[in-house]
Every structure is written in structure tokens, then in C-alpha cells.
């Protein structure tokens, strides 16, 4: 069985920062792409970082980059999205999300961020 636990999440000021953690288990997590998404009330699903597989290559949303790193420890089964010099706009949920290929897709339950003063 799939199961993500996530955590990280919270109350965070302006220029704050907080660290996402994603712990998976119940696929061979080293052979997946990991990704975080956020969405935030109103608005759609975006990708906000990923990071691949085998060699680790990271890509980012252009609203994050310089401000967000995406990491994976393949022994402890788990993806962090390091968060730096938050802003209020980065308020919203962040989703963990697992892919191999077009067949399986796996999503966790998400997690709050909130920024504000």
C-alpha cells in the first residue's frame, strides 16, 4: 500500500523559511521522479519542483527558483523542499507526488504553508 507521510508545514513571516519532508513507502521509491506541487484557494494545481530518479537532475517552477531546493534521500525514502525567503504568494498547499513513466502516479495528502505577518 501507498502511503506518504508529509510534514514541514505551518506559520511562517515574510522572508521565513520552512523544510518539507516527504516520507514514502509501499513502491520501490528510488526508481521514481519526485515532485512537490502546491495549490493554492481559487487557483489551479501548479508544479512547483522535481527531481528525477537516478541521476537527481532538478527543475524548478520560475516563481521558486533561487528560493526552493528540492532533495532526496533514497535511504530514508523520503524528498525535502527546502524553502527559503518565503513570501506571502508561496501560501498553499504542497503535495508530495510520486511518477514512473504514464502508469503510476502517486500523490500524498498534503500539507499547509501559510505566510504572513
Known amino acids: 500500500q501507498v502511503q506518504f507521510v508529509e510534514s514541514g508545514g505551518g506559520l511562517v513571516q515574510p522572508g521565513g523559511s520552512l523544510r518539507l519532508s516527504c516520507a514514502a513507502s509501499g513502491f520501490t521509491f528510488r526508481m521514481f521522479g519526485m515532485s512537490w506541487y502546491r495549490q493554492a484557494p481559487g487557483k489551479e494545481r501548479e508544479l512547483v519542483a522535481s527531481i528525477t530518479s537516478i541521476s537527481g537532475t532538478t527543475t524548478y517552477a520560475d516563481s521558486v527558483k533561487g528560493r526552493f531546493t528540492i532533495s532526496r534521500d533514497n535511504a530514508k525514502n523520503t524528498v525535502y523542499l527546502q524553502m527559503n525567503s518565503l513570501k506571502p504568494e508561496d501560501t498553499a498547499t504542497y503535495y508530495c507526488?510520486?511518477?514512473?513513466?504514464?502508469?503510476?502516479?502517486?500523490w500524498g495528502q498534503g500539507t499547509q504553508v501559510t505566510v504572513s505577518s
Open positions: 507526488n510520486a511518477q514512473w513513466g504514464y502508469a503510476y502516479d502517486y
